[in-house]
């Protein structure tokens, strides 16, 4: 029993990091590319994030539909990071420029690693 719970927390560690870097990494490529119809940072980042903790969970041999939940939340996260990264940097939301700062993407990481472990015990 205590060997299944060290595989599951190393296994949704692996998948969150594959997740969070994947969706951070591409909507922060997205964003600066030129416009480019039907593709925005936000959108990328959400799908890329859902679309790397179901392909992590593949390879790692774990329940797949529970990992498409989790993803799923580490997306919402991820795009509410966004706001709220916006609204702490510049007291207004506004999703569609990208907020002031140095690191402001780290901010929806922090809110996804904060929601991650209660979502994947809850949904696993």
């Given at each position: 029993r205590e060997r299944h719970r060290e595989m599951w927390r190393s296994t949704l560690v692996g998948v969150f990091l594959v997740s969070v870097i994947a969706g951070t990494l591409f909507g922060a490529i997205v964003s600066r590319m030129p416009a480019?119809?039907?593709?925005?940072?936000?959108?990328?980042?959400?799908?890329?994030?859902?679309?790397?903790a179901v392909v992590s969970a593949m390879l790692w041999e774990a329940n797949v539909v529970g990992y498409l939940l989790v993803g799923i939340g580490i997306a919402v996260a991820l795009v509410a990071g966004r706001g709220l990264s916006s609204m702490l940097r510049r007291g207004v939301?506004?999703?569609?420029?990208?907020?002031?700062?140095?690191?402001?993407?780290?901010?929806?990481?922090?809110?996804?690693?904060?929601?991650?472990?209660?979502?994947?015990?809850?949904?696993?």
């Open positions: 480019i119809p039907y593709l925005d940072p936000i959108t990328t980042s959400a799908i890329v994030a859902v679309i790397g939301v506004r999703l569609t420029e990208p907020p002031p700062g140095v690191m402001p993407s780290l901010d929806g990481v922090m809110l996804a690693a904060a929601i991650v472990y209660p979502l994947a015990s809850f949904i696993l």
